[in-house]
């Protein structure tokens, strides 16, 4: 079955940084447009990021933009998420998931994505 395996969040302080991982195993990997969401409690998870299947192309939320970049690596069937210059406001579970859908104005969109991982708590201290 497929599985998506979230790893590297942690406890970080203010403008510091942190790499989320994201194995994937159980699909075609190379296919899937790759995003990551967040979502903190009492909150509607929330788009972060996503990269189109070939790497070429990547959107961001307006609230990470310039300091979070995705990436993927096909040959291992990962997807990451650097996360630089770190905010209090960017504490949240974070998870990633994958859609086959390659219609850019979609990729935000939480419920055209077929499978998410577990989530890893990502905590920012001020």
Same mark, same amino acid.
């Given at each position: 079955?497929?599985?998506?395996?979230?790893?590297?969040?942690?406890? $970080?302080?203010?403008? !510091?940084? &942190?790499?989320?991982? =994201? *194995?994937?195993? !159980?699909? %075609?990997?190379?296919?899937? %447009?790759?995003?990551?969401?967040?979502?903190?409690?009492?909150? +509607?998870?929330?788009? $972060? *990021? *996503?990269?189109?299947?070939?790497? @070429?192309?990547?959107?961001?939320?307006?609230?990470?933009?310039?300091?979070?970049?995705?990436?993927?690596?096909?040959?291992?069937?990962?997807?990451?998420?650097?996360?630089?210059? &770190?905010?209090? +406001?960017?504490? *949240?579970?974070?998870? =990633?998931?994958?859609?086959? %859908?390659?219609?850019?104005?979609?990729?935000?969109?939480? @419920?055209?994505? @077929?499978?998410?991982?577990?989530?890893?708590? $990502?905590? $920012?201290?001020?």
């Amino acid at each position: 079955q497929v599985q998506l395996v979230e790893s590297g969040g942690g406890l $970080v302080q203010a403008g !510091g940084s &942190l790499r989320l991982s =994201c *194995a994937a195993s !159980g699909l %075609t990997f190379s296919i899937y %447009t790759m995003g990551w969401f967040r979502q903190t409690p009492g909150k +509607e998870r929330e788009f $972060v *990021a *996503a990269i189109n299947w070939s790497g @070429d192309s990547t959107y961001y939320a307006d609230s990470v933009k310039g300091r979070f970049t995705i990436s993927r690596d096909n040959a291992k069937n990962t997807v990451n998420l650097q996360m630089n210059s &770190l905010k209090p +406001e960017d504490t *949240a579970v974070y998870y =990633c998931a994958g859609t086959l %859908t390659g219609v850019p104005a979609r990729f935000a969109g939480r @419920d055209y994505y @077929d499978y998410w991982g577990q989530g890893t708590q $990502v905590t $920012v201290s001020s």
